[in-house]
């Protein structure tokens, strides 16, 4: 079983198929390596595709400390992981609080990127929403605890941006339940608390977004009211942006709409890899709906 031993002595597992650029998959809170599945099969034919768990989530190591999760960790985890294997530069795809990790890993380390794509972050961001999006982690977290991983995890699954997946593909659903029921209890508890509680807002970050020169798609279902506004911010704050919003959908996009978000990855990454994925042209901010710069 493969792993990479990352700087603070845990072993994380991943797994790999493809040659080409390496491409790595950062999974979010309610999936891990195989959440990815779909995507492996589809990139792994022109890419080093990479998909790893995150500490936490076995058969990668459970660590009991609780300091041993943050959002800085995880971010650190994905260079860790790039060291590990050797690899320079990688293209990083990340969903959910693998989204977040993935912007994380950008602002802190953009030479070590190719480009990132953050789909379904953000939630938790509004400012109003701050303290109930505190005290809903937390009520998750005890609920992890108190009642295990199979319970929780029916309660989760369930979730008001995961009834979208449930409708359209109950098959798929029940995979990605099934999943998330086989996890840590344990692992997901100090998940909760350490990398999701204590996340920054997105929409504080807005100086280190204006700076990041990485090229980026931003990726949200619409019906993912908690990460539409972040996802309309970073838009608007990374020079290098992109924006795809699908339509009627929830979180959990790389899942429920498989062919449309590998459409849309691919065709970035193509741009990317060929360098005609650039800056936003300034002609396109003048502060006017209909006049250019120079009738001003």
Known sequence: MPTVRVDDGVNLHYEESGQGLPLVFVHEFAGDHRSWHLQMRCFSRRYRAIAFNARGYPPSDVPDDAKAYSQDRAAEDI????????????????????????????LRHPDRALSLVVAGAGYGSV??????????????ARRFEEDGMVRTAEMYAKGPTRVQFMEKDPFGWREFHAQLADGSARGHALTQRGVQMMRPSILDLGRELERLEVPTLIMTGDEDDPCLEPAIF??????????????????????????VFNRAVLDFLTAVDAGKWTRRNPASQTGSAILPTETR
């Open 79 to 106: 260079r860790s992981m790039l060291d590990g294997l050797k690899i320079p530069k990688a293209h990083i795809c990340g969903l959910s609080m693998g989204g977040y990790a993935t912007l994380h890993f950008g």
């Open 234 to 259: 970073m838009k608007r704050k990374i020079p290098t942006a992109g924006l795809v919003v699908l339509p009627k959908s929830g979180h959990t996009i790389n899942l429920e709409e498989p062919e």
């Open 127 to 140: 400012p109003g929403d701050r303290e109930k999006f505190r005290r809903d982690t937390e009520v998750v």
